[in-house]
């Protein structure tokens, strides 16, 4: 049952950026490795130029393509369930990356493929 389209995983894409760089901050990441912090920052600030630069309704410039975005999604979703066991995030730090990594797993798989125009 897929039914995540476009232009909703559009919606969501600018929120996750938002909270991917204040959510670290306000849960308090980085007490196992300060790396759990500033992974989150930086991913976001990625992710929000990813987002801008997406070919899709809510793009500005529009040169990455949807399909380009989803595989980069795709990753950024293995290295945060990953990032846990290589850093030794433990805690909230390990729980926020896993939390996060299969939110975004879901969202990739559930992703409807577009119909041929």
Request: proline share 4%; no cysteine; glycine share 6%.
């Amino acid at each position: 049952m897929k039914f995540v389209t476009k232009r909703i995983h559009a919606f969501l894409d600018y929120p996750v950026a938002i909270a991917l760089m204040v959510l670290p901050f306000v849960l308090g990441l980085g007490s196992s490795n300060p790396l759990a912090l500033w992974l989150s920052v930086t991913t976001g600030i990625a992710a929000l130029l990813l987002t801008v630069l997406t070919d899709h309704h809510l793009g500005i410039i529009k040169v990455i393509s949807y399909k380009m975005h989803l595989l980069v999604d795709f990753i950024v979703a293995i290295v945060f369930i990953v990032a846990p066991f290589i850093f030794s995030f433990e805690g909230i730090d390990a729980i926020y990356y896993w939390v996060n990594g299969a939110a975004v797993l879901i969202v990739v798989s559930l992703h409807k493929p577009e119909m041929a125009m």
